[in-house]
């Protein structure tokens, strides 16, 4: 059974910074590319930050230089690090793993951040 697992979201004031961790288990991980996505209330679910299987990593133009996305393939897991979080920020957001055929979605964790 395949299972990605977010945790880190929280409530934090603007300038601050959050962690995001996503635990993925029943696939081979180092064969996905993962990705973090967010989707804002009456807004459409975004592409945040990706990194490939060989760890080459993509952003959001909104989130470049503030949030950076890595992976642990000896332990399942990928990060977001995001910092001097904005307002605007304020998203539930999601871990993906996708491969060829394949794409597995986490239920989100939530992160709002304060004025």
């Known amino acids: 059974q395949v299972q990605l697992v977010e945790s880190g979201g929280g409530l934090v004031q603007a300038g601050g910074s959050l962690r995001l961790s996503c635990a993925a288990s029943g696939i081979i991980f180092s064969s996905f590319a993962m990705g973090w996505y967010r989707q804002a209330p009456g807004k459409q679910r975004e592409l945040v930050a990706a990194i490939t299987r060989g760890g080459d990593t993509d952003y959001a133009a909104s989130v470049k230089g503030r949030f950076t996305i890595s992976r642990d393939n000896a332990r399942n897991m990928v990060y977001l690090q995001m910092n001097s979080l904005k307002p605007e920020d304020t998203a539930d957001y999601y871990c993906?793993?996708?491969?060829?055929?394949?794409?597995?979605w986490g239920r989100g964790t939530q992160v709002t951040v304060s004025s």
């Open positions: 993906r793993a996708d491969r060829v055929g394949y794409v597995y």
